[in-house]
């Protein structure tokens, strides 16, 4: 294999090429510094300046107010559903979850363990392919908090708009959409999201907390759970994926460079109508998700039979078009197409798909 192929995993996933090749030059030695990033300590003032950048990059393309503190965590966006009941969810109060997929009901089962859940609204009889109206949630006024996740990479599902929740914490899973578009911050306390779609490599998870959430963290969680310890060490209370925030903090400079979520958001949307609009097209393909909860990140879609699934992916990858197969416990198709995926792979796989049709429709 010469040349790059159109990558449509949905994570780890696709980085920017520009990113790639940066990383790449100075793999060996960073400018000025005569070590490779892989070999510097955390503690060093290099690493100082890289982790300060990847933060002030992210608050800027966030608009991060200063009562909002960024983290750069380990374990996963998995290991948050059980670090956000441990730290936020009382013996004596009960959190709420809304479930619009997959993975919602992950962070569910991990609180359950911690406390009381209540599920405010579960989208799982109609096959998960779609978000709930606000007037659908059952949300109890007194939660400690209210999770949602605002993409389900699993089935494709995404949120247009935040739940609407009063004085109630709202904690998100972004892990699949975050820095895909701009983000109204004073409406989420938490938000978290594992860093290998839309931000880098696997094995460093964002999490922005607000402030005032950290006083109602319980005395006696063991202190790598406790998010206090994160706040107090800056993310350098134990050795972090130093490699990760570095791809990071080059991910969020070629956003910025790009015009910021604003820009992002636009050419993302543009992106995901030209396979959405081929899916339309035709009754030969169905989309999962219904018009107006459609993921412009993760897009999934069925054929006929599973057999022609089947047959798609093994040819798209024949094709150069790699990582199409839905997720095991769905099947179809899913093209996830992140920030980073070029919009001529989109157009490649919609000329793949009329192609696919035209031989076996
Ligand atoms: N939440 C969502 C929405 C995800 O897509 C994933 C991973 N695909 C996870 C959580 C779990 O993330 P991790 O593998 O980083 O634990």
Known sequence: MSERIHNFSAGPAVLPLAVLEEAQRDLVMLPGVGMSILEISHRSKTFDEIIGRAESNLRELLNLPDNYHVLFLQGGASLQFSMIPMNFLPKDASADYILTGSWGKKALKEAKKAGATNVAATMADGNFTRVPDQDELKLDPEAAYVHFTSNETIEGVEWKQEPEVGDVPLVCDASSDILSRPLPIEKYALIYAGAQKNMGPSGVTLVIVRDDLLARIPEGLHTMLD?????????LYNTPNTFGIYIIMLVTKWLQEKGGLEAMYAENEAKAKILYDAIDATPFYRGHADADSRSLMNVTFRLPSEELEKKFAVEATAAG????????????IRASIYNAFPRAGVEALVSFMKEFERKNG
């Open 227 to 235: 998010y206090r310890t994160h706040v107090e060490a800056k993310s």
């Open 321 to 332: 078009l790699d990582g199409l197969k839905g997720h095991r416990s769905v099947g179809g």
